[in-house]
């Protein structure tokens, strides 16, 4: 049974010795000091009452005069713990059942003690469930035997749809204890499950040539992670993406098709934001250090590519980086410089830090910008069109 259930002979031989007290208790002598002892070679088990030498007695069930106490103990002295065997002859049916209920608390308690040491030892680490059930705020996983784990909405990816029977990879959070048993939380969304990924899949990951410096995420969508070598020669981004693109596909396949941008570190901010704001082509990056900006010069043709669906490129390279990013194109710059910019009120978003705030309104303008000149592009065609016809 120990074997079978994970627990130490130890810890079973004190839950049966804690119901024999429970049940004698129960039965045969309430008020007294009981233990039990069982040996382990034979397996009997033998209940002793404990009381004290004491001068004069007040409780008999606690105490013994030492007359009565050298009867049995001719060494005795007052202070002395005497213990007498009170084993019946027959506990009986009762105080069988009792002490089956017993040995059975404690064994479950047991059980999920051992669960929780061993997955409070794996918080912070990925671990592999099956979906055993989907609720309306929650899906449940099984991670092993009769061990369940909540992925709370919260912890949930969007774009995916679980299933009953899926296996999956998650991020384990924590494990609390409870009444039933450890309740152990897990995630899809935390960064940290795309870098266990990469140490999964990235062998010089996980034995530390290659370190991954930072990673930014917008789970179910993209994320971008910049590396960095500490072996010499080595090239930190074509390890992480592999032979054919190998090692980075299994990670993207593992996250449902998420896009992943494996870009190099640089100890130098505008090499690192240039880096980070890849596929797009960079031509010029400025730092101002004091305020940790980085502003950015593009082609127009590299604008919108820079920018990235709804700023989701300039977003993710703010988060990678921890600077504040100001993308232009080169004819706003232009533009600019030619015409007098009056000084731009403040303008705050609720809720959002001040490196997101900042960035989404250089976003917005960039768009804005944007949208601005594919409108005079468009418009082009038809002015040539409406002066030929005139002519």
């Given at each position: 049974m120990c074997s079978e259930r994970g627990i130490s002979r130890d810890v079973v031989i004190q839950a049966i010795e804690a119901a024999l007290i429970s049940a004698y208790k129960r039965n045969f002598g309430p008020g007294q000091n009981i233990v039990a002892r069982i040996d382990q070679d034979t397996g009997e088990a033998r209940v002793f009452a404990q009381k004290q030498v004491v001068g004069e007695v007040q409780d008999s069930r606690l105490e013994i005069s030492l007359v009565e106490a050298n009867k049995v103990l001719p060494e005795a002295k007052v202070g002395d713990i005497v213990e007498f065997e009170m084993t019946p002859k027959d506990f009986g049916r009762i105080?069988?059942?009792?002490?089956?209920?017993?040995?059975?608390?404690?064994?479950?308690?047991?059980?999920?003690?051992?669960?929780?040491?061993?997955?409070?030892d794996l918080e912070g680490d990925i671990v592999t469930g099956v979906v055993q059930r989907i609720e309306p705020r929650a899906v449940v996983l099984e991670l092993g035997s009769k061990v369940e784990a909540i992925l709370p909405a919260s912890e949930q990816v969007p774009s995916e749809d679980y299933y009953v029977g899926q296996r999956l990879k998650v991020y384990l959070l924590e494990v609390h204890r409870a009444s039933k048993g450890p309740q152990i939380t897990v995630s899809r969304t935390h960064r940290n499950l795309l870098r266990r990924l990469f140490e999964l899949e990235v062998p010089e990951i996980f034995n530390g040539t290659i370190e991954l410096k930072s990673i930014a995420r917008e789970?179910?969508?993209?994320?971008?992670?910049?590396?960095?070598?500490?072996?010499e020669g080595l090239d930190p981004v074509g390890s992480c993406v592999g032979q054919r693109g190998v090692r980075i596909q299994n990670i993207v396949n593992e996250l449902n098709g998420e896009k992943i941008d494996v870009v190099l570190w640089s100890p130098d901010p505008a090499v690192y934001v240039a880096n980070a704001l890849s596929p797009a082509q960079i031509e010029r990056v400025e730092i101002n250090a004091e305020e940790k900006t980085a502003f950015v010069k593009v082609s127009d043709k590299q604008l919108s590519l820079c920018?990235?669906?709804?700023?989701?490129?300039?977003?993710?390279?703010?988060?990678?980086?921890?600077?504040?990013?100001?993308?232009?194109?080169s004819s706003d710059l232009a533009t600019e410089q030619v015409s007098a910019s009056r000084p731009k009120k403040p303008v705050h978003v609720a809720g959002a830090s001040e490196a997101e705030s900042l960035l989404k309104i250089k976003l917005e303008e960039a768009l804005r910008e944007k949208a601005a000149r594919e409108s005079q592009e468009a418009a082009k065609p038809e002015a040539v069109r409406l002066s030929e016809s005139t002519g």
């Open positions: 105080a069988a059942q009792t002490a089956k209920q017993v040995v059975t608390q404690r064994l479950r308690e047991a059980e999920r003690e051992v669960v929780y040491a061993e997955y409070t789970p179910g969508m993209r994320s971008k992670v910049a590396v960095a070598a500490r072996q920018i990235g669906r709804e700023g989701q490129n300039a977003r993710l390279a703010a988060k990678l980086t921890g600077w504040r990013i100001d993308i232009k194109g």
